[in-house]
Every structure is written in C-alpha cells, then in structure tokens.
Nanobody, 125 residues
C-alpha cells in the first residue's frame, strides 16, 4: 500500500512551465516504478511519463517528449514532472501512479497499483 498526493497544478499561458510533485507515503517508495498520466474531459486516460525505481530509466509519450521531464528523489519520497513549453492540448487532470511489479505495459493505466487524486493543469492560448 502506498498513498500518493499530487500538487503543483494551476493555470498557465501557452509556452509557460509548471512543475508537478507527487508525495508518497510509507518507507518503501524506492520499490515502485512511478508514472504520470493525464486525462482531459471526454478523453481516455493517457500515458505521459514513467521512471524506474532508481531513476535510471525514463519513458515519455511522443506528445510530451522534449518538453516534459520526469524525475524522482527517493530520499524525499517524491516524484516530479517538469513541464515546459506548455500547450493548450496539455490541459488535463494529471495523475501520479505507482507500479510495484516488473511486468510490462508501463504506458497502460491498468499496470499501476496506486493512484493519486489528480491535479488540474490548464493551459490557455
């Protein structure tokens, strides 16, 4: 069991930046692969980024590659999503998720065991 709480969302203009944080409970944060997903109104939940337990491997959706960076600080039980050059199409609720297993499918929501409540990101044009 792990509890996740996202923060850092808000309203920004196109071209701006935000950094999202996800704080995890417990003492075994480093056992989890972590991901960020987003969901816009009327759309499916969409993979954004993934980071391995130690932070050595990262994966990004094509739509955000080169603009977003996922990172983690295991000493602080926190994973981050730095979002630069934001676009209106990035508008969504952003969710942090934890995956304890080594199974494949990092881009599929069903792969993840625990989810945060989400934080709203709105990008205006």
């Amino acid at each position: 069991q792990v509890q996740l709480v996202e923060s850092g969302g808000g309203l920004v203009q196109a071209g701006g930046s935000l950094r999202l944080s996800c704080a995890a409970s417990g003492r075994t944060f480093s056992n989890y692969n972590m991901g960020w997903f987003r969901q816009a109104p009327g759309k499916e939940r969409e993979f954004v980024a993934r980071i391995s337990r130690s932070g050595g491997s990262t994966y990004y959706a094509d739509s955000v590659k080169g603009r977003f960076t996922i990172s983690r600080d295991n000493a602080k039980n926190t994973v981050y999503l730095q979002m630069n050059n934001l676009k209106p199409e990035d508008t969504a609720v952003y969710y942090c998720a934890a995956d304890r297993s080594n199974r494949g499918g990092y881009g599929t929501p069903q792969t993840y065991d625990y989810w945060g409540q989400g934080t709203q990101v709105t990008v205006s044009s």
